[in-house]
């Protein structure tokens, strides 16, 4: 037997009674042999505990109806266990942490939009893998000024709501926090200092005479590049696996959610929300605070 906690996060200032008793009597009729614990840890958030003698798989896929149809709460489907506390949590960077999409900010200041929303409309339809596409848009950014271009962009850099008191509260429990990024290196390492996070990892532009010479060089931080980058964290920082998280929006943050013990897809596009072990899609980035337990 195992126990599960389930959580329900309301996108509005508060989850009514009616409300999560409707969702509770959903929970009972899917598990009518298990005796359900609630508990309210805030005005929109409530923890729904109970046990039974499935595995977590078995369980997200029983209430995925559930969750499917409930668009104004979130319904995070967890084992509750010593698990759960993490100790490394790991963030992508454009629409996680900040709200923009850095390459989209250069497009706009290199005067080369269409031509990036063109290779973006490709790699949707699958007629280019990551590192193509990072290519192609890089290329087009041959010949910029580099000192220019970072104090164009760096400024008007939107940090997600809630995201610096997340962090704060995440480095107080002596959690790790990283970034790894398909984007580019000195904007990581710009937010990275701007949160106090651990590390960052992005893409390196190359620049001669300080100008970008329309590659990259080094290792692709892909989705592969950032699962491997999590388990090297683990095993840096001695962490277990199993008390690490993935927080992303991207098709690209799938394998190292699932390289982590847990994942959350962070408004994120739909099949990442399907295919992502739990969706958060509230106003502020605080709430992952419920999703992991330091707030009970």
């Known amino acids: 037997m195992s126990e599960f906690v389930v959580t329900y996060i309301s996108h509005s200032a508060q989850l009514d009674e009616a409300q999560v008793k409707h969702l509770n009597h959903e929970l009972e009729s899917v598990f009518s ?10 005005p929109h958030v409530v923890d729904v505990t109970f046990t039974v003698d499935s595995d977590w798989s078995s369980v997200k896929r029983a209430l995925d109806p559930l969750i499917d149809s409930q668009n104004q709460i979130d319904i ?5 266990d010593s698990h759960r506390q993490k100790k490394l949590v790991v963030f992508d960077m454009d629409s996680t942490l900040i709200y923009q999409e850095v390459i989209e900010m250069i497009a706009s200041y290199a005067n080369v939009e269409p031509q990036v929303a063109e290779i973006t ?4 339809n699958g007629e280019l893998d ?53 984007g580019f290196t000195p904007f990581a390492e710009y937010i990275k200092d701007k949160l106090h996070l651990d590390y960052a990892r992005a893409n390196n ?24 980058t999590l388990r090297s964290l683990c095993e840096q920082y001695g962490i ?12 690209n943050d799938l394998p190292a959610m699932a390289a982590a013990g847990y ?17 958060l899609n509230t106003e502020s980035m605080i709430n992952l605070l419920y999703v992991i337990g330091y707030i009970n």
């Not at 042999?33 to 805030?42: F, G, I, N, P």
């Not at 409309?121 to 949707?124: D, E, Q």
């Not at 277990?240 to 098709?251: F, N």
Request: glycine share 10%; hydrophobic share 35%; proline share 6%.
């Open 263 to 279: 994942g959350v897809a962070w408004h994120a596009k739909p099949k990442v929300q399907q295919l992502a072990p739990c969706k």
């Open 76 to 80: 995070i489907v967890q084992r509750n």
């Open 205 to 228: 532009l190359e620049t001669q005479d300080g100008k970008l010479t329309g590659t990259t060089r080094g290792p692709v931080v892909d989705g592969n590049c950032k699962a491997e």
């Open 121 to 124: 409309n490709r790699a949707m």
């Open 130 to 182: 990551f590192a193509q596409s990072l290519q192609e848009r890089v290329s087009l950014l041959k010949g910029l000024e580099i000192d220019p271009l970072y104090d164009a962009i760096k400024p008007r850099l939107q940090v997600t709501k809630g995201v610096p008191e997340l962090c704060e509260s995440l480095k107080a429990h002596g959690v790790k926090l990283a970034v790894l990024s398909g």
């Open 33 to 42: 042999k298990s005796e359900l614990s609630t508990k309210r840890l805030a």
């Open 240 to 251: 277990d696996p199993q008390d690490s998280m993935m927080v992303g929006d991207g098709g």
